[in-house]
């Protein structure tokens, strides 16, 4: 059920968003006389954005999902912090979590109710 005080959108919902409009806003910075080389100024946002940084933001949503998937739902979840950087740093930053068994066994329960 949705309501005023609800929230339209979960976190989860605005990081593709949040990612596509960081490459819009770096490409903006850029100077475009028209729409073609407007487009081509993406492209090359794209091409040139930090893979490093959308892993790091990758990771950040697989946590979160993992926190709610605890709670059993909902967005009263705290955003799990990894020392990504660090890791990265150490060349030890994984490109994916994994979930518990018992965590997804548990949720798979819940979802069948």
Excluded: W
Aim: aromatic share 8%.
């Amino acid at each position: 059920m949705h309501n005023e005080s609800t929230p339209k959108f979960t976190r989860h919902e605005c990081v593709i968003p949040g990612i596509l409009a960081s490459l819009q806003s770096k490409a903006y910075l850029r100077n475009s006389k028209n729409i073609d080389e407007l487009i081509k100024n993406v492209e090359k946002e794209y091409v040139e954005y930090d893979q490093n940084m959308v892993n790091r933001v990758f990771l950040t949503l697989q946590g979160c999902f993992l926190e709610v998937m605890k709670l059993g739902g909902g967005n009263g979840y705290k955003i799990p912090h990894m020392n990504k950087e660090r890791l990265e740093r150490l060349g030890m930053l994984p490109t994916r979590l994994s979930c518990d068994l018992q965590l997804y066994q548990s949720v798979m329960l819940l979802l069948s109710q």
